[in-house]
């Protein structure tokens, strides 16, 4: 038979083309979707109509979920629980002050720069009192040492003790002359800053239980499992106030809880109040009036600047000042 009878050169008989390939030379043109005589498509729900697995697949397609950019590497840790957090607080004193004297409302603003330079200046502080110290014959011997050593720990409980006086003074007026509602707000933040006070004050309280001669007889009242408790919750505390101190003086009671630009506005008011003490009570009196007046006023003029510089980072790189916190 002719190859014309057929379907075409080589094409099998009766096909007329019909089942040669999409995109062959012979092949008949393919009617438009929707056109009466276009193929039918494929049936709703057929499995092979779109890409991936079909649904109810029992296997879940690889790599991360739908818009995340990064696959997950690691497990979230929930944080925890209060009763864990109390229960480390009572055989960890640090961690107890850590809690305590931090500030910690969510939201805050914290700036690195400024804590490290905070830090920088009370070490550097306390190595320029060393020198000053041996400079000028106060330390000789190792009665010296722990006379100095005692007076330095009175002067950062003579430090809190002001901080302590000074804050309620501060904080007031910071309320009071908000507007706008913000007064409410500011009492129910000053509740955590209140709570780093009283548990200063109460630390310092547990050394007096513990070795006031005047409270004796209480200790004799209570028994030995009275005065073992006593000696421990002493010993506790050594731990807690020391770490404390420094907490509070670096952190200002934590009153970045109630407005960022509180701490270096208290600091700075704090440190001109201990420099006025240092005059008043004759602080220093065996060092030269030069030296002596230099080493007084170093510490408030430091302090001051360091206070300047950072309302100046939180206005610059934050928008805070005290103008927008009492909304004036």
């Known amino acids: 038979m002719s190859g014309y009878g ?3 050169y080589g094409d099998p008989a009766g096909s007329s ?52 950019a990064y696959p997950p590497t690691y497990t979230p840790v929930p944080p925890p629980s209060r009763a ?31 804590r490290k330079l905070q830090l920088w200046r009370t070490g550097l502080g306390l190595v320029a009192w060393v020198g000053l110290m041996i400079t000028y014959n106060a330390i000789a011997t190792a009665d010296d040492v722990q006379g100095v050593a005692g007076e330095r ?27 706008d509602g913000l007064r409410r707000v500011y009492l129910r933040r000053t509740l955590r800053p ?9 630390s310092m309280g ?17 028994g030995l ?7 421990v919750l002493f010993l506790w505390s050594i731990g807690f106030a020391l770490y404390g101190i420094g907490l509070s003086l670096v952190h200002v009671f934590r009153t970045a809880d109630i407005h960022e630009v509180l701490p270096p506005i208290l600091a700075g008011v704090l440190v001109w109040e201990m420099a006025l003490l240092d ?7 065996q060092v030269p009036t030069g030296a002596r007046v230099v080493f007084v006023l170093g510490a408030p003029i430091t302090v001051t600047a360091l206070s300047c510089w950072e309302l100046y980072r939180l206005r610059r790189d934050h928008g805070l000042t005290l103008r927008s916190a009492l909304r004036r």
Do not use: K
């Open 206 to 222: 547990t050394s007096a239980l513990a070795m006031a001669p005047e409270l004796a007889g209480l200790r004799d009242a209570v």
């Open 153 to 179: 720990l009175d002067q950062s409980w003579s430090s809190v003790l002001v901080l302590v006086c000074t804050f309620p003074v501060v904080v007031g007026a910071f309320v009071a002359a908000a507007r």
């Open 17 to 68: 083309g019909a089942n040669l390939p999409q995109g062959h030379p012979h092949a008949p043109p393919v009617p438009p979707q929707g056109h009466p005589n276009s193929p039918p498509g494929p049936p709703q729900g057929y499995p092979y109509t779109r890409s991936g697995p079909p649904p109810a697949y029992p296997y879940p397609q690889s790599g991360p979920p739908p818009g995340y």
């Open 225 to 231: 499992p009275g005065r073992i408790l006593i000696v």
């Open 6 to 8: 057929s379907g075409g």
């Open 84 to 114: 864990r957090n109390i229960l480390r607080g009572l055989y960890n004193p640090l961690y107890a002050a850590q809690r305590t004297f931090r500030p910690s409302r969510p939201g805050i603003v914290n700036d690195p720069e400024v």
């Open 194 to 202: 209140l709570g780093s006070v009283l548990a200063i004050m109460a």
């Open 279 to 285: 005059v008043i009570t004759g602080a220093y009196d």
